[in-house]
């Protein structure tokens, strides 16, 4: 299994920085052909295309979307549609962040409508899932990634599981400099592909679960070593390229 390695920009980046990230991440990777890594940017929309266009010809980088609505088109106000994002190049769409779920009050229910609706329309979905640091220290860790993964993937198919990954977040590692401790990472991933095996049978061992939290270049490589961590997803760190390369190269 190859590890993804993404890189979630959130709001940040006008066209022109992003275009100047993505022509300098480009240039240094030249000489590194990507075999054993896959590479995601995930950039707000106003640059996808921006970004899309400089790796058009690179093998193993694509853009993603960190967003989408459960429709073609229609009357939804401030929304993107599926279409739109696909006319641009987006492979990736992001489901399910923490920072989507808190601000912007997104339910398990409506994430698992934008999972399924996102599976239909042929893109890859990460599904993010994690708990509050009030969640872990009242023991609920089981409880809320159960509850995010239940609900989150009603009615996806076996089928469906080449095109779904899932990343591990916890919220209080997010943006924080916290990252979860190798130990905790791994009982957390185990958990989890416990739960996507019991879930879906044998199958769900094919599917990629990611760490994200506090993520950089020198932590990375031993986060990818540990069991069931099949890449990152990569906030604060991935804004500049040279830290981002660093990631990449690991
Ligand atoms: C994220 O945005 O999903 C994330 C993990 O951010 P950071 O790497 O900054 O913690």
């Not at 295309?49 to 939804?76: H, L, W």
């Not at 641009?88 to 399910?96: C, D, E, K, P, R």
């Not at 009050?105 to 509050?132: M, W, Y």
């Amino acid at each position: 299994m190859k590890n993804l390695i993404v890189a979630n920009w959130k709001m940040h980046k006008t066209r022109a920085e992003a275009k100047d990230f993505a022509e300098k991440l480009k240039k240094s990777l030249a000489n590194t052909p990507l075999t054993e890594k896959e590479v995601v940017i995930i950039p707000p929309f106003t640059a996808i295309e921006t970004v899309a266009t400089v790796f058009a010809d690179t093998k193993n980088i694509s853009v993603g979307a960190q967003n989408i609505y459960p429709a073609q088109n229609g009357a939804f106000t401030g929304e993107i549609s599926s279409v739109m994002l696909a006319d641009i190049g987006v492979n990736f769409i992001l489901a399910g962040h923490s920072e989507r779920r808190q601000i912007c009050k997104e339910s398990d229910e409506f994430i698992n409508e934008k999972v399924l609706f996102a599976l239909k329309e042929k893109f890859r979905v990460i599904l993010c899932i994690g708990e509050s640091k009030e969640e872990r220290d009242a023991n609920k860790i089981s409880e809320v990634l159960f509850r995010q993964l239940e609900k989150g993937l009603v009615g996806v198919e076996e089928s469906d599981l080449l095109a779904l990954v899932l990343a591990y977040e916890p919220v209080w590692a997010i943006g924080t400099g916290a990252v979860a401790s190798e130990k905790e990472i791994k009982e957390t991933h185990e958990i989890i592909r416990k739960k996507i095996v019991a879930i879906f049978g044998e199958k769900g061992h094919t599917v990629q679960i990611l760490y994200g939290g506090s993520v950089k270049a020198d932590n990375c490589s031993s986060l990818l070593a540990v069991a069931n961590v099949n890449g990152v997803l990569v906030g604060g760190a991935s804004l500049d390229a040279d830290s981002f390369r660093d990631i990449i190269l690991a």
